[in-house]
């Protein structure tokens, strides 16, 4: 798989896992919209980061949350960290 | 499609933040001495700024520690899992408190800590014993002096009994986690396994206090119940106790030791009295404190540096960037034993100024006074690398060869 295609199956990952927390629809969820304006906070970022490091066997800083904060950015990072 | 280079000036986690944090704040400090964190949080690194809000308790309230946690564990129990040992653990920490609660709650400890049996002259007995149990040709100063010393202290002082100890400090360990800034869910799990088995064992002692030793603290607080609190807030009470008593001595020392080692005219200098122990003692302090990150969040609206911050903003204050404001201290990199102090804020400042200040000073006295009056030379031999413990909040090192010579 292209590095770009392997992006956005990530992406979608981490749509449907904001779709998922936050109860709403996957189409209105905008992958360059930032976490806190999808309604994240700071306790439900530790969860939805521990799902992402469970799903791709990576060990993620608490802090990429925010270093990384919309899903396009944050698939990006963990893209680059699967080998 | 590339990452973009992400660039935030705060990065606590990053390794060479960890291992030395100081140009960090440096550059903290220099560029943006208020500084609006991609976390939400503001970050705060002048000396001034520090003190006032710790010194102002009507703008600034203590324990977002405490309040995350609750929401964390209630977000928790929705997804099915069980953190709720964590808060009861943390219920009655009085760095979590505020007026005017904390007022009764600091009066109630303060009279008993205050009048404590344990007199410095104990403690180089105790230093004396421990070196003689380590190799002196190459042993963990952590593991050796520095954890244990400040564990005897406090239970000696609380009154508990010491066959207990290695176990409470293994989960004391674990807990102490809940004041790193940023945690991951295994965090929570670990910190809720030791909170639980904490929990219950000082839940059993508030119980039964006849197991102890009646001149000890524990002993006291549970006779003068005047707080009238149950077992389990009594508990949390002690717990706060044993934890702050020894894990921030303990790191202070393993920094303390790590200085002496790697700057062979700074342990001459102690050594041939340049200055009193207390100034150096205070000084070291100064230049490298335990507790490097304080949190507060404002009450109402307030103005820093020309910026205006909304209420219930929380607030990250660099005690490790104060203590080398070039405001305050001349030539702040450098460690001067016999500094004119103005007063560093290793300690905090305010009404939750550090309660235990001076069991942790008399432990550092003695530990320095002890080593320099006995040895010639420290040598490091971690070869120059040195593992940090993944969290400035509270600065320490995993562990420090050296060996000591005669």
């Known amino acids: ?20 927390e936050m109860y709403g629809s996957i189409d209105e969820i905008k992958i360059d919209d930032t976490f806190h304006a999808l309604g994240f906070d700071s306790i439900s970022a530790v969860f939805f980061m521990e799902k992402i490091e469970h799903e791709y066997k990576v060990t993620l800083s608490p802090l990429c949350f925010w270093d990384y904060p919309t899903i396009r950015l944050l698939a990006g990072y963990v893209q680059s960290l699967i080998k | 499609m590339s990452v973009s280079t992400v660039f935030n000036l705060w990065r606590p986690l990053d390794a060479d933040v960890i291992a030395n944090p100081y140009p960090f704040y440096k550059q903290l400090q220099k560029e943006h001495p208020v500084y609006h964190a991609q976390t939400g949080e503001w970050i705060i690194s002048r000396y001034a700024d520090i003190k ?19 929401h964390a564990t209630s977000y928790a129990k929705g997804k099915g899992l069980d953190y709720s040992n964590i808060p009861k653990t943390l219920q009655s920490f009085v760095l979590f408190k505020n007026p005017p609660q904390h007022t009764e709650y600091r009066k109630w400890i303060h009279r008993h800590w205050k009048e404590h049996p344990f007199v410095p002259g104990q403690i180089s007995g105790i230093i004396e014993q421990l070196l003689n149990n380590a190799i002196l040709s190459g042993f963990d100063f952590v593991s050796a002096i520095a954890k244990p010393l400040p564990l005897i202290a406090i239970s000696n002082i609380l009154g508990i009994p010491l066959k207990d100890s290695p176990q409470l400090k293994s989960w004391s360990y674990d807990v102490i986690k809940v004041m790193d800034l940023y945690l991951k869910v295994s965090d929570l799990q670990r910190i809720n396994v030791a909170a639980s088995n904490l929990l219950q064992y000082f839940t059993e002692i508030a119980k039964h206090p006849e197991v102890l030793d009646s001149n000890g603290i524990i002993y006291k607080l549970i006779s003068e119940n005047t707080l009238e609190l149950t077992d389990e807030q009594l508990a949390s009470a002690f717990i706060f106790l044993f934890i702050a008593g020894q894990e921030t001595s303990a790191a202070f020392l393993s920094t303390m030791m790590y200085h002496l080692g790697i700057d062979k005219e700074l342990f001459n200098d102690i050594a041939s009295g340049q200055a009193s122990l207390n100034a150096s003692v205070n000084e070291l302090f100064r230049f490298d404190p335990p507790v490097q990150l304080l949190g507060r969040i404002n009450t109402e609206l307030v103005e820093f540096n020309g910026l205006q911050i909304l209420p219930e903003s929380t607030f990250t204050l660099c005690i490790g960037a104060g203590n080398r404001d070039p405001e305050i201290y001349e030539n ?16 905090g400042y305010g009404i939750h100024r550090c309660l235990g200040e001076s069991m942790a000073l008399d432990l550092a006295k003695s530990t320095l006074s002890y080593i320099s009056s006995h040895y010639r030379e420290i040598k490091i031999s971690n070869n120059l690398k040195f593992e940090w413990e993944k969290n400035i909040s509270i600065r320490r090192l995993k562990s420090l060869e050296v060996s000591l010579k005669k």
């Open chain 1, 1 to 20: 798989m292209g590095k770009d295609n392997q992006q956005i199956v990530i992406e979608r990952y981490f749509v449907k896992l904001v779709a998922n």
């Open chain 2, 52 to 70: 006032n809000i710790l010194g102002d308790k009507i703008r600034f309230k203590a324990g977002n520690r405490l309040q995350w946690m609750k």
């Open chain 2, 332 to 347: 702040p990199e450098k460690i001067i034993l016999d500094r004119p102090q103005e007063t560093s804020l290793a300690f």
